[in-house]
């Protein structure tokens, strides 16, 4: 409810609660009066209001469905990521390993050729 500067209700103010309370009142009495006082634009209002609720809960769905479908798939990509990575790791290890037992049959061979010589 709005005040003017005089702190006294406007006439507009007066007359809607003057119409809510009849609303109010008729209400009261029956649901067909209440259904006769809306007017075309305010049942045009009603419906597009519903609609629009509902529009808002599917975009509020669908903006969590995809939340979590971009959240599920950062994950897996993460987990794979982690794993290629733990991959690699292993196969530096082995390939180290590898060199150094190279390097390590090279030697013997050198002193293996100097026992027979």
Do not use: G, P
Request: charged letters at 35%; glycine letters at 0%; proline letters at 0%.
């Amino acid at each position: 409810m709005v005040f003017d500067k005089s702190w006294q209700w406007s006439i507009d103010e007066d007359h809607l609660l003057k119409k809510n309370q009849k609303n109010i009142l008729c209400y009261k009495e029956s649901n067909s009066c209440s259904n006769q006082l809306l007017t075309d634009i305010d049942r045009s209002w009603i419906i597009t209001h519903m609609q629009n609720r509902r529009r808002e809960r599917k975009s509020l769905q669908d903006y969590l469905r995809k939340n979590h479908e971009i959240f599920t798939l950062q994950y897996t990509l993460n987990v794979k990521r982690n794993e290629i990575e733990r991959l690699e790791n292993h196969l530096r290890e082995e390939e180290r390993l590898l060199i150094k037992s190279e390097k390590n049959i090279a030697e013997d061979l050198v002193l293996f050729d100097q026992f027979l010589d």
